[in-house]
């Protein structure tokens, strides 16, 4: 009845095995041996051997799904059988605010040491005030609106900043009336719009490959050395889904981004229940981008709906 | 939480039961709590990692049923360790057998409910922030710093990170379990600070 107490002796499988294991999947495989593992790595748990180490694949798991790296069926595992129990539920949770304040505390050291309650104020100032002054975008079929913040977010000069993002926001506001008309007029879904030293606003083009616009340049991006992050908002005419994942991903299609939480704001936000859809809403850090090719991939459940592709035009000098 | 696995329940264990199976695991009685709480805890554990919604559950039925075999058979086993791994495996059985694949569906489904509704948690998220900012602030200089830097970027720059970290506190493996470490000690901080409130 008593298990093989060997485990010590024996060691941890390979970190790929427990990866399967604790994503269920090893349980339901019919490989030759697949049961004396899941027996071995039972016992494992069962003894607290090895405990710190399955402790460390476990949450480099949840950290492969936050950055969604995951591979798709290791997703589709991770949401059906690892996220389970409640306590894996909140795992997540934590693992995702963590995440966030550790890379934010990252840019903060490499840009100077910033107080805390800076960082707060940044993250939250332009979004709940953007929202604010959101107008219906139903007649957007599918754009995205990248907006680069400019701040060197040094202490003396938080009062200008705050009061000229104020200015700025409302001209955001009233340049998303013009951008709409724009598009419903001429379709150009690739001129940048120039907003201001702060703010740029450049508008995406849909795209249903990454690389299926050889013939035509990219909206390009300027990302000056004091940006930190963009704020991006992508409108989606229709809502078939309840959730999506975002993607970031250079040229080669290496993942730089992801966010597994894209604030929605849909229609019953601005109580208006028409084909309006959705609006994702979500910043990015900026610190990975250079100069180069990018693409923003959203999906449903692992499968791509829609990509849009910009060029990031480095202006550090 | 509060559902019901339903499958076999074990028999009713009485206060005294419960005494004679802490002065089984040891005389000491300071020892057998400390035996007693490490047991549930792998076993919580084992059931948390098999997937299982009812962790917390599982495990007391398991410890329930040793305490009943111990106390029916108290000569047969000479470890309640061995003995609970066994019972475990089994009530880890029966429950993948009696918990339907309807059930596990709405597990899955209730699974994903939770993940929106923690998006939409806005007032526990900024609570949760706030702990968080409190409990970094509890670490020691060098953890902080670790941890930051341990997961400040993404892509190539974080696997250099992680490379030249793993260099300079003595090999991968030994970062990955500091991390893992602080990342625990962070976790239960952020738990204890939300329950009682202490959002500072």
Known sequence: MGPKNNSKEVGLPEEAVVRNYLLGRLEASSEPGSRQIVDYLDDCLLSGNFSEQIGVIEDEIVEDYLEGTLRPQDTQAFEAHFLRPPERQEKLRVARLLDRRLKMEGQTKEHGNLEESQIEEKSTLPSSHWRRHRRSYAELAAVLLLCAVFAGYLADLRSRFRSEMTESNRQVAESRQISTSRLETAGNLQQPVLLNHFQTQVILRRGVEPAAHADAPLPELPLGAATKSIQVEISLPRLPFETYDVRLQNKAGQSLWSGSEPRFLTDADRNSKSSAGAILFFEVPSHDLLEGEYTFVISHASNPLVTYSFYVKSSHD | MGQETGFRKAKTLTPEDF??????????????????????????????????????????????????????????????????????????????????????????????????????????????????????????????????QYHRSQGREKIETRKRLAEEHGGANKVRITAYRIRARLHECITACVQQGQVN
Request: aromatic share 8%; with cysteine; hydrophobic share 35%.
């Open chain 2, 19 to 148: 005494g004679k199976f802490l002065q089984w695991l040891s005389p000491d009685r300071e020892k057998a709590a400390k035996e007693y709480l490490q047991l549930r805890t792998n076993l919580v554990r084992y059931f948390i990692c098999k997937g299982c919604a009812h962790a917390d559950e599982l495990a007391d039925r398991t410890m329930d049923r040793v305490a009943i075999v111990m106390k029916n058979e108290p000569d047969k086993y000479s470890s309640a360790h061995a003995l609970s791994w066994g019972v475990a495996k089994n009530v880890y059985r029966e429950y993948s057998r009696q918990v339907t694949f309807a059930e596990l569906d709405a597990e899955t489904v209730s699974a994903s409910e939770s993940s929106q509704q923690m998006l939409q948690d806005t007032a526990s998220k900024e609570r949760k922030a706030g702990c968080l900012g409190s409990c970094l602030q509890g670490l020691s200089a060098h953890e902080r710093d670790l941890i930051v």
